[in-house]
């Protein structure tokens, strides 16, 4: 009955309070509204599992129940918190109608807390079974914990220690960090032998059939230990692949979106283009560049997170850092590769500087990548650009290219250069550009303007011969060869550099 009078108040809410939002937008919410129902109905059923688990085995569970409630009360917190945010998005006043940006992080910031939220409550219940199932099938669990307890014996890092101690060299600002993960591969199988002498007791109770609650939750944590240990093959294969993304740099551009039915469900759906550029080592003047296009299924809250950044850069990675410290901030694709101008000069290219102003040039090796980022439209990056792209960079800001206030953006969904590159995307077709401030303008649908007065022609005065003196582009997706260098300066994209 509670369920049913909110949702009568929720659906009168949405008529009085939403009419004046554009009809996409109602839709949105009432899904959203439709979504929070559901998840409120699972997390109830969730919390009252757990309750029960709790209840029906204390001794079992006397260790982790503080733990586990806790957990609970905070996801409670944050289903609340999404609560308020479609409450907002339904208030009886006409205040979001001029801000739409508010009504559109409302919506993602809904859907990511009551996703976090049910997400907790599950991972909480999924632990209650596991015990309760060790519990109930001892014999069973004590074999497996044997198995991985003599597998984890014997086990040979040396392989993986050779490529860590080339990763330490290459990237000296990762070498405590590195260090860190081998020695944990290393003492794997000594805890795993002291958590299995550690258990003799509850090890004999349990094949008796005699052990109690707390001497079960000593053998389920000495488990986990042991388990882990034994995974060391997977492990080892693990920190090599993380000693791999320190040698290379690469960008996730957004060059599409699209929504579609499939059955019953509206689908949403990311294109990317994904451009990596592989290092042998820090430095290399022959760089492997490639890319690949992948469309991409995503939650909703994910597709309206990015829906102003087509042609934008929405992650990038450079080299000495793990793909986990990306940066996720939307800016202008390839801006990311450009060094300051106080610095003078990187590994990709250097700044160059006459009578009409400085400007960014890119060394041969790189040219594709260029190519990849900007197209046949690429006019040389000012030095007054780059500062105002960097200014908003360091704060944690996308910068669209916007020259005023009044002026139109250049970069984004919206922006000139973006409505003429994916002129021919599923977005543009499906009319995604309608609702940009500027669509009327008649610079928007026209090629975008140089970005500088009395701009200096491209520096690729050979056409596209990337990378090699003469001829065509190999065949295939494979880019970079040798290139000159300009004078030594700082290196980008090494560690923290």
């Known amino acids: 009955m509670k369920h049913q009078g909110y949702s009568a108040i929720a659906a009168f809410l ?36 757990i309750k029960a ?22 996801a409670k917190a944050r289903l609340d918190a999404a609560e308020t945010d479609g409450r907002e998005l339904k208030r009886p006043d006409d205040s979001l109608r001029n801000n739409l940006p508010r009504v559109h992080q409302l919506l993602a910031e809904e859907d990511r807390l009551r996703q976090t939220a049910v997400d907790e409550a599950d991972a909480i219940e999924a632990q209650a079974n596991r015990w309760l199932d060790f519990q109930r099938n001892l ?19 040396a392989e993986v220690a050779r490529t860590v101690e080339k990763a330490e060299q290459d990237w000296p600002a990762k070498r405590a960090d590195l260090e860190q993960r081998l020695q944990a591969l290393r ?9 299995w002498q550690a258990t003799e007791a509850e090890r004999q109770a349990a094949s008796e059939g005699k052990a ?13 230990i042991i388990q882990a240990s034994a995974s060391l093959p997977a492990r080892e294969q693990q920190l090599k692949a993380l000693c791999g993304q320190l040698y290379c740099a690469w960008d996730r551009v957004l060059e599409d979106l699209d929504q579609e039915h499939r059955g019953l ?12 550029t592989q290092f042998a080592e820090p430095g290399d003047k022959s760089p492997h560049t490639s890319t690949d296009v992948d469309w991409v299924d995503v939650e909703p809250d994910v597709y309206r997170a990015v829906e102003n950044n087509i042609g934008m850069a929405i992650a990038h990675k450079d080299t000495g850092l793990y793909d986990s410290e990306a940066q996720t901030t939307a800016q202008p694709a390839g801006f990311a590769y450009i060094a300051p101008p106080s610095v003078g000069s990187n590994q990709y290219g250097y700044w160059t500087h006459n009578e009409q102003g400085s400007f960014w040039t890119f060394l041969p090796q790189y040219l594709i990548m260029r190519e990849l980022f900007w197209g046949n439209s690429y006019r040389p990056i000012a030095v007054n650009e780059y500062n105002s792209y960097n200014t908003y960079a360091r704060q ?7 020259t005023s206030p009044a002026a139109p953006p250049q970069y984004g969904t919206h922006g000139t250069f973006t409505q003429q590159r994916y002129a021919g995307s599923r977005y543009v077709q499906s009319g995604g550009f309608k609702n940009s401030a500027f669509a009327s303008r008649p610079s928007a649908a026209a090629p975008a303007e140089p970005r500088m007065f009395n701009a200096p022609q491209s520096d690729d ?16 997706k494979h880019f970079g060869a040798g290139g000159n260098s300009p004078p030594a300066g700082k290196r980008f994209g090494a560690g923290n550099s």
């Not at 688990?53 to 905070?74: E, M």
């Not at 014999?139 to 984890?152: F, G, I, N, R």
């Not at 003492?187 to 958590?195: F, G, I, M, V, Y």
């Not at 944690?396 to 916007?402: D, M, P, Q, T, V």
């Open 396 to 402: 944690g800001r996308s910068w669209y290219g916007e």
């Open 187 to 195: 003492d794997a199988p000594d805890r795993a032998e002291q958590q």
């Open 53 to 74: 688990d709790l209840n029906y085995s204390p001794d079992l569970f006397k260790t982790v129940s503080s733990d586990w409630t806790g957990r609970l009360k905070a």
């Open 461 to 476: 005065s050979q056409g596209k011969r990337f990378g090699r003196p003469a001829g065509p582009t190999p065949a295939g």
């Open 212 to 224: 109690s609650g707390a001497q079960v939750a000593t053998l389920i944590q000495a488990d986990d």
């Open 265 to 276: 469900s509206l689908v949403y759906r990311e294109k990317l283009k994904t451009v990596r």
């Open 139 to 157: 014999p069973h669990y004590l074999a497996k914990m044997k198995d991985a307890h003599d597998s984890a014996h014997g086990a040979d890092v």
């Open 14 to 49: 949405l008529l009085t309070g939403c009419a004046s939002l554009p009809r996409e937008l109602r839709n949105q919410i009432e899904d959203a509204d439709t979504r929070f129902l559901q998840t409120q109905k699972r997390f109830q059923k969730d919390a009252d599992e």
